[in-house]
């Protein structure tokens, strides 16, 4: 318990550039407080008390906005930050050195039972916002960008985005926590294919015009169409005449 605290609070001063000392840390990071909370009420939950682990966990909720069920399960390191909004659901699991953004849900589906929360690998990012439902298995070094909805599971060495959470992989590649500005934009993606596709398509009709020839309309007007319509006159006039 002592190393995993330990790994807890050196986790803080490693992700957040903001962390100046430990005192500051232990008394105005509402993320630490309801991950040191969590582990008390976890522990008692273990134990198999009833109603304090649930005590304590409200009371963490009440001071931190970050609620956490007793029966979750968090590795060391684990970081929450900012965290107004977190809910961790009662059978979730969270690997070591998870990093979690505010608004953030680790939930249930509504139609499963016993196991139904989701399980983090090592190294997962959890984006402000995100919502992953489910008894889904998260791999390691997986970074889930803000806002997204993941409803599948997620291999390791994965970036996830969008609604639904689409899937861009990544493998080999080492997750930084801290670089949310190399999150693919899938949408931005499409847009500009489709833009390069239009463009595509309008030079293929500008050179289809170009090459096409360029044919005149048929008018009596027309003096060659003039010269042309009075001889055959003339001639159906001498077949009729008989000359």
Not at 114 to 119: A, D, E, L
Not at 199 to 213: D, I, N
Request: glycine share 12%.
């Amino acid at each position: 318990m002592l190393n995993t605290l330990r790994a807890d609070f050196r986790s803080i001063f490693e992700r957040d550039p903001a962390a100046r000392s430990g005192l500051e840390v232990l008394l105005c990071y509402p993320g630490l407080q309801a991950i040191l909370m969590h582990r008390l009420a976890h522990w008692l939950y273990v134990l198999g008390l009833p109603l304090i682990p649930r005590i304590i966990s409200h009371l963490s909720r009440f001071l931190t906005g970050i609620e956490i069920h007793p029966g979750a399960t968090l590795g060391q390191g684990v970081v929450i930050d900012h965290g107004m909004g977190v809910v961790i659901g009662e059978t979730a699991i969270l690997g070591d050195y998870c990093l979690i953004y505010q608004g953030v849900t680790l939930g249930g589906t509504g139609k499963e039972t016993g196991k139904r929360h989701p399980t983090l690998g090592e190294n997962v990012v959890v984006g402000a916002g995100a919502k992953v439902l489910g008894n889904l298995n998260i791999g390691h070094n997986v970074r889930i960008g803000a806002g997204s909805v993941v409803l599948r599971e997620v291999p390791s060495d994965c970036t996830v985005v969008g609604i639904p959470g689409r899937i861009v992989y990544r493998e080999g590649a080492k997750v930084n926590p801290l670089d949310h500005a190399q999150l693919p934009d899938s949408e931005a993606q499409a847009i500009r294919y489709l833009l390069d596709r239009i463009e595509v398509l309008e030079r293929e009709v500008a050179a289809f015009k170009q090459s096409e020839p360029v044919v005149e309309p048929v008018s009596a007007a027309h003096p060659h169409n003039r010269c042309r319509l009075e001889d055959r006159v003339i001639e159906q006039f001498l077949d009729g005449s008989g000359m």
